[in-house]
């Protein structure tokens, strides 16, 4: 039985066991529903099995060697990655200005951890992807135990995974990809290459782009080293059923046909959106991050106008530019209110 159908499912049993509130007193009533399917791993109920099973079907679905589900962010992904394939005084590459969770993984485990920088794009400001040939270049310099690549960025680039991970596997160096900002990218051919089958580890936010809730996410594992170790040193025993099931509807939905389709459509909306928008120059290997700038104007000055006048609130901006976020979520309505930018013609 599902994760979600065993939630949804009446117990006969009266139990005296964890959480207190029974799913009968709502402390916060608004969410009366969550206190009903908040449960323990009580034998009436039995939801270890039924988590078990939903994290095997999800890694058939990834072709993965295992899925975990987290409800720690990706963050809970690359502690737990880094965990699992660096012990104490190994060397551990990390982006020099990457998300903190990839240094404060390298902290927890005692690793030796080394920054790396990337190009800087001034006309954008922003960085550019780690290349195949600089990767050979720090993996030589270095030798490493692991190295960890965050792509896409913040502002959807892209880096070339596949063969980057040709390169770790003949330094016999881990790959772990923080794709936390690219959990649509399996499920459609026209957004980039997903990491998951060539990265040892693969971190996926699906509370960022993939309709999730906060903070829910996946950790694909794709290699032999003991990943639900590493989890169990990191997760509590205690673990919010309905937010797993919220991961378990997730990643159904995002497989189906209507999953699918709603990615295709936020794909030709952006697409037909950004054939508009003739006054703005756009960058980025993800169309659903719409990194825009506009000449004249810095990215700070846009997204000042883009909130003061028209409402409208971007995910980063930098002096460059500014990028606004789209992911399952982002409708035809949200999306008509980017074209009204059409229009805009401030300057300085
Ligand atoms: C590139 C990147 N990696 C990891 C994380 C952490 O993700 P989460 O919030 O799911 O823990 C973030 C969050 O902003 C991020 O931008």
């Avoid at 099995?49 to 987290?70: D, P, Q, R």
């Avoid at 927890?108 to 992807?129: M, P, V």
């Avoid at 939905?253 to 295709?264: A, C, D, H, M």
């Amino acid at each position: 039985m599902s994760l979600i159908s065993i939630l949804k499912k009446k117990n006969k049993k009266t139990l005296f066991t964890t959480p207190s509130h029974s799913g009968r007193i709502y402390i916060l009533k608004k969410f009366y529903q969550w206190y009903r399917a908040d449960i323990s791993e009580v034998d009436a109920i039995n939801p270890t099995e039924a988590l078990a099973k939903a994290e095997e079907k999800a890694s058939k679905i990834y072709e993965t060697k295992s899925t975990s589900f987290l409800t720690n962010g990706s963050t809970g992904g690359i502690l737990a990655s880094v965990i699992a394939s660096c012990k104490q005084g190994d060397k551990l590459l990390i982006w020099k200005n990457s998300h903190p969770c990839h240094k404060n993984a390298g902290t927890l485990t005692g690793a030796k951890i080394i920054e790396y920088e990337l190009e800087y794009n001034s006309n954008w400001g922003i960085y550019e992807a780690l290349t195949p040939r600089q990767t050979e270049e720090l993996l030589k310099k270095h030798n490493p135990k692991a190295i960890i690549v965050t792509s896409p960025s913040y502002e959807g680039i892209v880096s070339d995974i596949e063969s980057i991970s040709k390169i770790c596997k003949k330094y016999g160096v881990y790959l772990i990809v923080d794709e936390a900002h690219g959990a649509l990218y399996p499920f459609s051919d026209r957004l980039p290459k997903s990491a998951i089958p060539y990265a040892d580890f693969t971190v996926q936010s699906l509370h960022k782009t993939a309709g999730g809730i906060n903070p829910t996410a996946l950790l694909h594992c794709n290699c032999e080293l003991n990943v639900k170790q590493a989890l169990a040193l990191i997760t509590t025993t205690s673990p919010s059923y309905p937010m797993l099931a919220t991961i378990e509807a997730n990643i159904n939905f995002l497989n189906s046909k209507r999953g699918r389709k709603k990615i295709e459509e936020l794909i030709d909306r952006i697409v037909e959106l950004r054939s508009k928008l003739t006054n703005f120059e756009f960058y980025g290997d993800d169309v659903t991050k719409i990194l825009i700038k506009k000449q004249g104007l810095s990215g700070y000055e846009l997204s000042d106008i883009l909130f003061d006048r028209y409402n409208i609130e971007d995910e980063k901006t930098n002096e460059k530019s500014t990028m606004l976020l789209t992911g399952i979520g982002t409708d035809k309505t949200k999306l008509a209110k980017l074209e009204k930018l059409k229009n805009f013609n401030f300057t300085k």
